[in-house]
Protein backbone atom coordinates (compact mmCIF):
# COMPACT_ATOMS: atom_id res chain seq x y z
CA UNK A 1 0.00 0.00 0.00
CA UNK A 2 2.40 2.73 -1.55
CA UNK A 3 2.67 6.11 0.52
CA UNK A 4 6.10 6.61 -0.53
CA UNK A 5 7.58 8.37 -3.98
CA UNK A 6 9.22 5.90 -6.29
CA UNK A 7 12.41 7.50 -7.67
CA UNK A 8 11.99 5.60 -10.78
CA UNK A 9 8.79 7.17 -11.97
CA UNK A 10 9.04 11.54 -10.88
CA UNK A 11 9.21 13.80 -13.83
CA UNK A 12 11.91 15.44 -14.84
CA UNK A 13 11.59 18.83 -15.92
CA UNK A 14 12.43 19.29 -19.52
CA UNK A 15 13.31 15.85 -20.19
CA UNK A 16 11.15 14.66 -23.20
CA UNK A 17 8.70 11.76 -22.56
CA UNK A 18 8.68 12.34 -18.64
CA UNK A 19 5.26 12.03 -18.20
CA UNK A 20 5.14 8.66 -20.26
CA UNK A 21 4.99 6.89 -16.99
CA UNK A 22 1.68 8.67 -16.26
CA UNK A 23 -0.41 6.36 -19.12
CA UNK A 24 0.66 3.30 -17.96
CA UNK A 25 1.60 0.28 -18.93
CA UNK A 26 1.35 -0.52 -22.13
CA UNK A 27 0.31 -3.98 -21.82
CA UNK A 28 -3.35 -4.70 -20.81
CA UNK A 29 -3.60 -4.89 -17.67
CA UNK A 30 -5.97 -6.21 -14.66
CA UNK A 31 -4.95 -4.11 -11.58
CA UNK A 32 -5.11 -7.11 -9.04
CA UNK A 33 -4.56 -5.03 -5.67
CA UNK A 34 -6.64 -2.13 -5.61
CA UNK A 35 -7.71 -0.26 -2.54
CA UNK A 36 -10.75 2.45 -3.31
CA UNK A 37 -11.21 3.31 0.42
CA UNK A 38 -8.30 4.75 2.77
CA UNK A 39 -7.52 4.75 5.98
CA UNK A 40 -9.92 7.24 7.37
CA UNK A 41 -12.49 5.26 5.31
CA UNK A 42 -12.69 7.81 2.46
CA UNK A 43 -13.26 7.50 -1.17
CA UNK A 44 -12.84 9.30 -4.27
CA UNK A 45 -15.75 7.50 -5.52
CA UNK A 46 -16.34 5.24 -8.58
CA UNK A 47 -16.65 7.92 -11.60
CA UNK A 48 -12.86 8.66 -10.25
CA UNK A 49 -11.46 5.32 -10.18
CA UNK A 50 -12.83 4.55 -14.02
CA UNK A 51 -11.37 7.61 -15.08
CA UNK A 52 -8.24 7.28 -13.57
CA UNK A 53 -8.29 3.84 -15.15
CA UNK A 54 -8.82 4.70 -18.61
CA UNK A 55 -6.16 7.27 -18.05
CA UNK A 56 -3.71 4.45 -16.85
CA UNK A 57 -4.56 1.50 -19.40
CA UNK A 58 -5.68 -0.53 -16.64
CA UNK A 59 -9.05 -2.97 -18.25
CA UNK A 60 -10.17 -3.99 -14.77
CA UNK A 61 -9.71 -4.18 -11.22
CA UNK A 62 -9.80 -6.15 -8.17
CA UNK A 63 -11.06 -3.54 -5.69
CA UNK A 64 -11.32 -3.45 -1.96
CA UNK A 65 -11.78 -1.13 1.18
CA UNK A 66 -9.58 -1.48 4.26
CA UNK A 67 -10.90 -2.94 7.45
CA UNK A 68 -9.16 -0.53 9.97
CA UNK A 69 -9.60 2.80 10.54
CA UNK A 70 -7.79 5.36 11.88
CA UNK A 71 -8.61 7.21 15.19
CA UNK A 72 -8.39 10.41 15.35
CA UNK A 73 -7.76 11.48 19.12
CA UNK A 74 -8.14 13.93 21.02
CA UNK A 75 -4.53 14.78 21.35
CA UNK A 76 -3.61 14.95 17.77
CA UNK A 77 -4.14 18.30 16.26
CA UNK A 78 -3.88 17.17 12.72
CA UNK A 79 -6.54 14.78 11.79
CA UNK A 80 -4.66 11.69 10.22
CA UNK A 81 -4.92 10.25 6.72
CA UNK A 82 -2.97 6.95 6.66
CA UNK A 83 -2.00 4.88 9.44
CA UNK A 84 1.40 5.90 9.94
CA UNK A 85 0.10 9.79 9.90
CA UNK A 86 1.28 9.20 13.88
CA UNK A 87 0.82 7.17 16.87
CA UNK A 88 -3.08 6.89 17.49
CA UNK A 89 -4.74 3.61 17.24
CA UNK A 90 -6.84 1.43 14.41
CA UNK A 91 -9.93 0.13 15.24
CA UNK A 92 -12.01 -2.94 12.80
CA UNK A 93 -14.49 -0.94 10.45
CA UNK A 94 -16.96 -3.83 8.85
CA UNK A 95 -18.61 -0.95 7.36
CA UNK A 96 -15.96 -0.26 4.58
CA UNK A 97 -17.39 -3.03 2.77
CA UNK A 98 -21.01 -1.47 2.42
CA UNK A 99 -19.03 1.65 0.84
CA UNK A 100 -17.31 -0.21 -1.37
CA UNK A 101 -20.64 -1.91 -2.54
CA UNK A 102 -22.60 1.03 -2.83
CA UNK A 103 -19.45 2.90 -4.83
CA UNK A 104 -19.45 -0.09 -7.22
CA UNK A 105 -23.43 0.01 -7.32
CA UNK A 106 -23.71 3.60 -8.53
CA UNK A 107 -21.86 2.95 -11.60
CA UNK A 108 -23.20 2.11 -14.88
CA UNK A 109 -23.59 -1.70 -15.33
CA UNK A 110 -20.60 -1.71 -18.19
CA UNK A 111 -18.41 -0.15 -15.65
CA UNK A 112 -19.36 -2.70 -12.85
CA UNK A 113 -18.33 -5.24 -15.32
CA UNK A 114 -14.27 -4.02 -14.96
CA UNK A 115 -14.39 -4.13 -11.44
CA UNK A 116 -13.91 -7.04 -9.30
CA UNK A 117 -15.29 -5.94 -5.52
CA UNK A 118 -13.72 -8.40 -2.31
CA UNK A 119 -15.07 -8.43 1.06
CA UNK A 120 -12.13 -6.79 3.16
CA UNK A 121 -13.88 -5.66 6.29
CA UNK A 122 -13.44 -8.47 8.50
CA UNK A 123 -12.12 -8.92 12.60
CA UNK A 124 -9.57 -11.52 12.02
CA UNK A 125 -9.55 -12.45 15.20
CA UNK A 126 -13.34 -12.56 15.83
CA UNK A 127 -14.90 -16.07 15.88
CA UNK A 128 -17.78 -14.29 14.46
CA UNK A 129 -16.52 -13.08 11.72
CA UNK A 130 -17.76 -15.38 8.58
CA UNK A 131 -21.60 -13.73 9.44
CA UNK A 132 -20.23 -10.26 8.53
CA UNK A 133 -19.36 -12.51 5.24
CA UNK A 134 -22.64 -14.25 5.26
CA UNK A 135 -24.35 -11.15 5.47
CA UNK A 136 -22.50 -9.24 3.15
CA UNK A 137 -23.23 -11.95 0.25
CA UNK A 138 -27.00 -11.83 1.66
CA UNK A 139 -27.38 -7.42 1.45
CA UNK A 140 -25.22 -7.59 -2.15
CA UNK A 141 -25.04 -10.68 -4.31
CA UNK A 142 -24.37 -9.87 -7.21
CA UNK A 143 -21.11 -7.47 -5.65
CA UNK A 144 -18.62 -9.35 -4.52
CA UNK A 145 -15.95 -11.33 -6.63
CA UNK A 146 -14.15 -13.04 -3.39
CA UNK A 147 -12.89 -12.03 0.22
CA UNK A 148 -10.17 -9.92 1.04
CA UNK A 149 -7.36 -8.21 1.33
CA UNK A 150 -7.38 -9.39 5.22
CA UNK A 151 -4.73 -7.46 6.98
CA UNK A 152 -3.12 -10.04 9.45
CA UNK A 153 0.53 -9.79 10.18
CA UNK A 154 1.46 -6.60 9.32
CA UNK A 155 4.67 -5.10 10.88
CA UNK A 156 3.16 -1.24 12.46
CA UNK A 157 0.03 -1.19 11.14
CA UNK A 158 -0.61 -5.21 13.53
CA UNK A 159 1.18 -3.28 16.49
CA UNK A 160 -1.47 -0.37 16.18
CA UNK A 161 -4.71 -2.09 16.05
CA UNK A 162 -6.58 -2.70 18.88
CA UNK A 163 -6.74 -6.25 19.96
CA UNK A 164 -4.98 -9.42 19.94
CA UNK A 165 -3.20 -10.14 16.58
CA UNK A 166 -3.88 -11.15 13.67
CA UNK A 167 -2.33 -14.16 11.71
CA UNK A 168 -3.23 -16.39 8.96
CA UNK A 169 -3.54 -19.59 11.12
CA UNK A 170 -5.93 -18.00 13.21
CA UNK A 171 -9.18 -20.07 14.54
CA UNK A 172 -11.61 -17.12 13.50
CA UNK A 173 -10.88 -17.45 9.96
CA UNK A 174 -11.54 -21.20 9.72
CA UNK A 175 -15.25 -20.51 8.59
CA UNK A 176 -14.08 -18.14 6.23
CA UNK A 177 -11.68 -20.60 5.03
CA UNK A 178 -14.19 -23.09 4.32
CA UNK A 179 -16.80 -20.81 3.04
CA UNK A 180 -14.65 -19.58 0.52
CA UNK A 181 -13.84 -23.14 -0.33
CA UNK A 182 -17.60 -24.48 -0.62
CA UNK A 183 -18.15 -21.65 -2.63
CA UNK A 184 -15.22 -21.89 -4.98
CA UNK A 185 -14.00 -18.65 -4.04
CA UNK A 186 -10.49 -16.65 -3.72
CA UNK A 187 -8.68 -15.15 -0.12
CA UNK A 188 -6.67 -12.54 -0.61
CA UNK A 189 -3.85 -12.17 2.65
CA UNK A 190 -1.57 -10.14 3.87
CA UNK A 191 0.60 -12.15 5.97
CA UNK A 192 4.39 -11.12 6.57
CA UNK A 193 6.74 -14.03 6.77
CA UNK A 194 8.76 -12.31 9.08
CA UNK A 195 9.00 -9.70 11.97
CA UNK A 196 10.97 -6.20 11.24
CA UNK A 197 13.54 -7.69 13.40
CA UNK A 198 14.03 -10.97 12.47
CA UNK A 199 15.53 -11.16 8.59
CA UNK A 200 17.37 -13.86 8.35
CA UNK A 201 14.75 -16.33 8.58
CA UNK A 202 10.50 -16.13 7.86
CA UNK A 203 9.07 -16.80 11.92
CA UNK A 204 5.91 -16.12 10.79
CA UNK A 205 5.54 -18.67 7.79
CA UNK A 206 4.30 -21.41 9.30
CA UNK A 207 1.20 -20.32 10.44
CA UNK A 208 0.31 -19.30 6.77
CA UNK A 209 1.59 -23.11 5.85
CA UNK A 210 -0.75 -24.39 7.90
CA UNK A 211 -3.57 -22.62 6.84
CA UNK A 212 -2.96 -23.78 3.27
CA UNK A 213 -2.37 -27.16 4.95
CA UNK A 214 -6.05 -27.05 6.55
CA UNK A 215 -7.65 -25.94 3.79
CA UNK A 216 -5.99 -27.63 0.09
CA UNK A 217 -9.89 -26.75 -1.38
CA UNK A 218 -9.57 -23.08 -0.97
CA UNK A 219 -7.78 -20.57 -3.24
CA UNK A 220 -5.61 -18.17 -1.83
CA UNK A 221 -3.89 -15.33 -2.91
CA UNK A 222 -0.86 -14.26 -0.97
CA UNK A 223 -0.57 -10.41 -1.23
CA UNK A 224 2.94 -9.38 -2.32
CA UNK A 225 4.39 -12.68 -1.80
CA UNK A 226 4.32 -11.99 2.17
CA UNK A 227 6.94 -9.02 1.98
CA UNK A 228 6.21 -5.66 3.72
CA UNK A 229 8.35 -2.56 4.35
CA UNK A 230 11.37 -3.39 6.41
CA UNK A 231 10.51 -7.40 5.77
CA UNK A 232 12.77 -9.18 3.96
CA UNK A 233 14.63 -12.68 4.17
CA UNK A 234 17.51 -14.78 2.08
CA UNK A 235 16.70 -16.30 -0.66
CA UNK A 236 12.92 -14.95 -0.99
CA UNK A 237 12.11 -16.16 -4.78
CA UNK A 238 13.12 -19.73 -3.37
CA UNK A 239 11.03 -19.73 -0.60
CA UNK A 240 8.16 -18.52 -3.24
CA UNK A 241 9.03 -21.18 -5.32
CA UNK A 242 8.56 -23.37 -2.81
CA UNK A 243 5.27 -22.58 -1.42
CA UNK A 244 3.74 -22.50 -5.04
CA UNK A 245 5.25 -26.13 -5.64
CA UNK A 246 3.97 -27.76 -2.30
CA UNK A 247 -0.01 -25.96 -2.78
CA UNK A 248 -1.55 -26.32 -6.20
CA UNK A 249 -4.24 -23.65 -5.11
CA UNK A 250 -2.08 -21.05 -3.87
CA UNK A 251 -1.72 -17.76 -5.88
CA UNK A 252 0.46 -14.55 -5.62
CA UNK A 253 0.35 -11.29 -6.74
CA UNK A 254 3.03 -9.20 -7.38
CA UNK A 255 2.57 -5.66 -5.91
CA UNK A 256 3.49 -2.52 -3.78
CA UNK A 257 6.99 -3.14 -2.57
CA UNK A 258 8.00 -7.31 -3.66
CA UNK A 259 8.94 -5.54 -6.68
CA UNK A 260 11.10 -3.02 -5.91
CA UNK A 261 13.02 -4.72 -3.42
CA UNK A 262 13.10 -7.92 -5.02
CA UNK A 263 11.68 -8.64 -8.13
CA UNK A 264 13.16 -5.63 -9.85
CA UNK A 265 16.16 -3.84 -7.59
CA UNK A 266 16.62 -0.51 -9.28
CA UNK A 267 14.77 -1.33 -12.21
CA UNK A 268 16.41 -4.30 -13.10
CA UNK A 269 14.43 -7.30 -13.03
CA UNK A 270 16.18 -10.20 -10.99
CA UNK A 271 16.97 -13.35 -13.39
CA UNK A 272 15.72 -15.76 -10.53
CA UNK A 273 12.42 -14.27 -10.48
CA UNK A 274 12.00 -13.77 -14.15
CA UNK A 275 12.33 -17.63 -14.17
CA UNK A 276 10.09 -18.07 -11.24
CA UNK A 277 7.78 -16.15 -13.48
CA UNK A 278 7.95 -17.97 -16.63
CA UNK A 279 7.13 -21.42 -14.37
CA UNK A 280 4.14 -20.13 -12.39
CA UNK A 281 2.50 -17.46 -14.22
CA UNK A 282 -0.83 -19.13 -14.28
CA UNK A 283 -0.99 -18.53 -10.29
CA UNK A 284 0.65 -14.76 -10.40
CA UNK A 285 -1.36 -11.58 -11.21
CA UNK A 286 -0.12 -7.89 -11.01
CA UNK A 287 -1.20 -5.26 -8.65
CA UNK A 288 -0.77 -1.21 -7.39
CA UNK A 289 -1.81 -2.10 -4.08
CA UNK A 290 -2.71 1.87 -4.06
CA UNK A 291 -4.60 2.91 -1.09
CA UNK A 292 -6.93 5.15 -3.23
CA UNK A 293 -4.48 7.88 -4.96
CA UNK A 294 -6.16 6.47 -8.35
CA UNK A 295 -4.06 9.48 -10.26
CA UNK A 296 -0.62 6.91 -9.05
CA UNK A 297 -2.31 4.06 -11.32
CA UNK A 298 -0.54 5.12 -14.21
CA UNK A 299 3.03 4.99 -12.89
CA UNK A 300 2.32 2.41 -10.31
CA UNK A 301 1.54 -0.10 -12.83
CA UNK A 302 4.10 1.52 -15.98
CA UNK A 303 6.92 0.62 -13.91
CA UNK A 304 6.51 -2.98 -14.46
CA UNK A 305 6.68 -3.06 -17.90
CA UNK A 306 10.74 -3.33 -18.00
CA UNK A 307 9.98 -6.86 -16.13
CA UNK A 308 6.72 -7.74 -18.53
CA UNK A 309 9.44 -7.39 -21.66
CA UNK A 310 11.59 -10.02 -20.58
CA UNK A 311 8.28 -12.27 -20.34
CA UNK A 312 7.41 -14.83 -22.96
CA UNK A 313 4.31 -13.72 -24.56
CA UNK A 314 2.10 -16.59 -22.99
CA UNK A 315 3.68 -15.67 -19.46
CA UNK A 316 3.18 -11.80 -19.80
CA UNK A 317 -0.65 -12.30 -20.75
CA UNK A 318 -0.94 -14.82 -17.29
CA UNK A 319 0.64 -12.13 -15.43
CA UNK A 320 -0.96 -8.69 -16.85
CA UNK A 321 -4.90 -10.53 -17.14
CA UNK A 322 -5.34 -14.29 -17.57
CA UNK A 323 -4.31 -15.14 -13.98
CA UNK A 324 -6.29 -12.25 -12.42
CA UNK A 325 -9.89 -12.84 -14.74
CA UNK A 326 -9.45 -16.70 -13.88
CA UNK A 327 -9.25 -15.85 -10.03
CA UNK A 328 -11.83 -13.39 -9.48
CA UNK A 329 -13.73 -13.21 -12.56
CA UNK A 330 -17.24 -15.14 -12.96
CA UNK A 331 -17.75 -14.95 -9.06
CA UNK A 332 -19.88 -12.45 -8.77
CA UNK A 333 -23.53 -13.88 -7.57
CA UNK A 334 -21.30 -17.37 -6.98
CA UNK A 335 -22.38 -18.04 -3.83
CA UNK A 336 -26.41 -17.72 -4.70
CA UNK A 337 -25.60 -19.68 -8.01
CA UNK A 338 -23.33 -22.50 -6.79
CA UNK A 339 -24.68 -25.34 -4.30
CA UNK A 340 -22.15 -25.58 -1.54
CA UNK A 341 -19.56 -28.56 -1.80
CA UNK A 342 -20.96 -31.54 0.70
CA UNK A 343 -18.32 -32.50 2.86
CA UNK A 344 -18.50 -35.82 5.07
CA UNK A 345 -19.02 -35.74 8.57
CA UNK A 346 -15.78 -37.25 9.67
CA UNK A 347 -16.90 -37.16 13.10
CA UNK A 348 -19.90 -39.42 12.82
CA UNK A 349 -18.13 -42.16 11.17
CA UNK A 350 -16.10 -44.62 12.65
Excluded at 212 to 237: D, I, K, Q, W
Excluded at 271 to 284: Q, V
Excluded at 290 to 316: C, H, M, N, W
Aim: hydrophobic content about 35%; glycine content about 6%.
Amino acid sequence: MPHEDIATWSRVPGKRGSLEPLRGSKYRLVDAHLHVVNFVQETPGGDALIHYMDQANVDKAVVFGLPVSKMWTEYDREPPDYYLANDSPCYYYGYTDVIVAEMYRKLPAEQQARLYPTIAGVNPVDRFALRHVERLYEQYPDVWAGIGELLLRHDDLTAFTYGENPRANHQALWPIYQFAADHDLPVLLHQNVTSVTKSDHPVFLHELEEALREFPRTRFVFAHCGMSRRVNVPFYHQMVERLLEAYPQLCVDYSWIIYDVAIAPNGTPDPAWLELTEKYSERICLGSDLVTKFERLGPELQRYDIFLDELSETARANVCYRTAERIYGGNKGKVGRVTPRSVPDWGAMG
